[in-house]
Nanobody
Framework: QVQLVESGGGLVQPGGSLRLSCAVS????????IGWFRQAPGKEREGVSS????????YYTDSVKGRFTISRSNAKDTVYLQMNSLKPEDTAVYYC????????????????????WGQGTQVTVSS
């Protein structure tokens, strides 16, 4: 049973930083990707960033490029999302998800390509 557990959300002032973590267990496929998505009230779920666990390829949506960094642990069982220069429009529930996705396909991979989801963690950017 694949499990993903997010942590690290919270309340931060504009311009501040947070680091989200996604702990992944029981994923035994040869290759897979982890994606971070977010959903604000009244809006559709949006892909933020993703990483291929097999080769480290990364993807970022335009609105977070240069501010967010996705990375994986050496053991490849945890994925991090370092979020800097946070803006009020980054406020949302952030979810991590896992899917059997080839590295060449992670760019802009939508939520329908991910099979397993965490419970979400709230990020609020407000003064």
């Amino acid at each position: 049973q694949v499990q993903l557990v997010e942590s690290g959300g919270g309340l931060v002032q504009p311009g501040g930083s947070l680091r989200l973590s996604c702990a992944v267990s029981a994923f035994t496929l040869d290759y897979y990707a982890i994606g971070w998505f977010r959903q604000a009230p009244g809006k559709e779920r949006e892909g933020v960033s993703s990483i291929s666990i097999s080769d480290g390829s990364t993807y970022y949506t335009d609105s977070v490029k240069g501010r967010f960094t996705i990375s994986r642990s050496n053991a490849k069982d945890t994925v991090y999302l370092q979020m800097n220069s946070l803006k009020p429009e980054d406020t949302a529930v952030y979810y991590c998800a896992a899917g059997s996705i080839a590295p060449s396909l992670i760019h802009g991979a939508g939520p329908e390509m991910f099979d397993y989801w965490g419970q979400g963690t709230q990020v609020t950017v407000s003064s």
